[in-house]
């Protein structure tokens, strides 16, 4: 149901589709970015022991595991990736397909007061077609 009491719209659908696109294109870069970071974690978990947090004493256990922390941190970043790419695949795709069909349609109406020129002749012949071919 449509609303359209001769108001203009508050805001332009092609600005709302720059938007989008624009969201779209920050989203692909956040999930390059966050996949190179995991990627740079996984290159730390051969080192994982020096970031150890050293237990109470001499012969216990680590508070911290480096390796373990580090491993969890690039697992963790994998998954957020993947659900980037969910709401990419699922989510903004999907709405900027829809989101480029918006946009106002010539009706009947509009395409009659168009085809008025201001060209008398032009005009009467124009008319003169619609009739010939609504008569066929």
Known sequence: MSIDDGREPFYDPEDLLDEL????????????????LRARYAALEAFGERYDEPGDGPYS????????????????????????????????????????????????EHEQTNRDSGNAIADAVARSADRDGAQR
């Open 21 to 36: 696109d624009s969201i779209i294109r920050d989203q692909a870069m956040l999930d390059g970015r966050t996949a190179a």
């Open 61 to 108: 256990f680590p508070k911290e595991y480096g390796r373990v922390n580090i491993e969890f941190a690039a697992k963790y970043l994998d998954d957020a990736s993947r659900q980037m790419q969910g709401v990419a695949t699922y989510g903004l795709n999907p709405a900027r397909e829809l989101a480029a069909k918006v946009r106002e349609y010539p009706t009947p």
